[in-house]
């Protein structure tokens, strides 16, 4: 029993001085490692004030090469930055920077089109007449009455005609065959009263005598300025 614990301790100091020596060994070398690059970067003729940042950049790295400090000699991966789009943003390689992407004018709002006026929808024609607007104090009347006074001088005997299918020119032609009213004179003279249809507004009146003296005409128009028309042959 007492030389198993003999043994197991002097085991345990074996194992303390190897420790030992590491730690002195590896602090001997990182003193030799500092030296060497504070002799070279003198050579190189690096200002003084700046040295010991650079020694403590090389210390740092040779320990991260050397596991720093129970990582397991495993450094994490680098992450990878991803640039962000801020939508819209053009450098264009001039410095100057494009915020928002957009332009004045797209701000803008789009002057409204004029509403065009309405149009009044024209009245159409009419077509019969259920369609036809008459005023209230007109009478709606197809004839008028035409008063026939006939007073020749002369006394001679007569035939009295009134037509509507005539010409008249250089020489007067009448159709007797169209005529409203015919009647004999008596002592020269005739009273009568007729129907004209609306659309005979011209008529020629004739008196043949029987003598065989030429004929005289006289022709009426009708006159839409007096209430009762008259036809009046002297």
Known sequence: ??????????????????????????????????????????????????????????VISLLSACGGGGGGGESPAPVANTPTSTGGTDTGGTGDTDTGGTDEGDDQTPPEEPTPPEEEEPTPDPTSLDDLVVDADFEMQ????????????????????????????????????SCLLRGPLDNGQLNDTLKVANHQASLMAVVWFYDGSEPQYQSWQYDNQVEQQQLTFN
């Open 1 to 58: 029993m007492n030389k198993l614990t003999h043994k197991i301790a002097a085991q345990t100091k074996n194992n303390a001085t190897a420790a030992n020596y590491h730690s002195e060994q590896s602090a001997a070398e990182q003193d030799e490692h500092k030296q060497t690059w504070f002799d070279f970067l003198q050579r190189k003729g690096t200002p003084m004030n700046i040295l010991p940042s650079l020694l403590a950049i090389s």
């Open 142 to 177: 197809a004839v008028f009455e035409l008063e026939v006074q006939v007073a020749l001088t002369n006394g001679k005997r007569g035939y009295f005609s009134l037509c509507d299918d005539f010409t008249q020119g250089a020489n007067i032609t009448v159709n007797y065959e």
